[in-house]
């Protein structure tokens, strides 16, 4: 049975893909340095359909956040595949019988600012009891290095899963320092989640968090001498609040 979705990637990058609709192998699930957690890139063709149509530049700030939205419900769904479930006792019309429910207060989503916060209400949609952390980073224009201006996080994290949330994996500076600070509050897991990634994002998260399991619709040829992911979509902030 193919258990491996094959990608086009540099042979610099460690990148094992997951395909989505197949349970994670006990390897992936126990990354060592050499193997890092894996990548999974959602592939389902509505995601894919709704990213290409979010690509095009003329497409209109309500559309984009409208295709967010819609997008984020769906890889919602595969992100939270492993989540653990328990047996409760339930009546139906017929009969008891015990059945699995989740606890989505377990789960926080932990939104990247400013972007991540456009992938949040989608999550919310299809986990509604998640708690949501936020982390306030900024990209330094000349350096690219990302400078921490806000953090706040709910208590108890050592009970919950963490989903992080940032649309676009360029650098991945941004997200490498948004996990640092969040592992300082020893959360039980954590999971990215991108929309489009560029390889030295993958890269460079693997590299410092080769623990942390990595989501994505594309991954894309590389980054700009701006920082930007190409193809990509832009500046996912600007297209999402109209701030261009
Ligand atoms: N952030 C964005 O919004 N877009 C990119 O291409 C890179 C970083």
Redesign the pocket.
Known sequence: MARWLRIDAPPSMTCEVIKPDLPATPAAKTPTMSTPAPVTVIDHPLVQHKLTLMRQKDLSTSSFRRLLHEISMLMAYEVTRNMATTLIDIETPLETMRSPVIEGRKTVFVVVMR?GAGFLDGMLEVVPGARVGHVGLYRDPKSLVAVEYYFKMPGEMHERDAIVLDP?L?TGNSAVAAVDRLKETRPKTIRFVSLVSAPEGIANLQKHHPDVPIYTAAIDRELNDH???VP?L????DRIYGTK
């Open positions: 972007a676009m360029a920082g930007y992911i990509g832009g500046d996912a902030g």
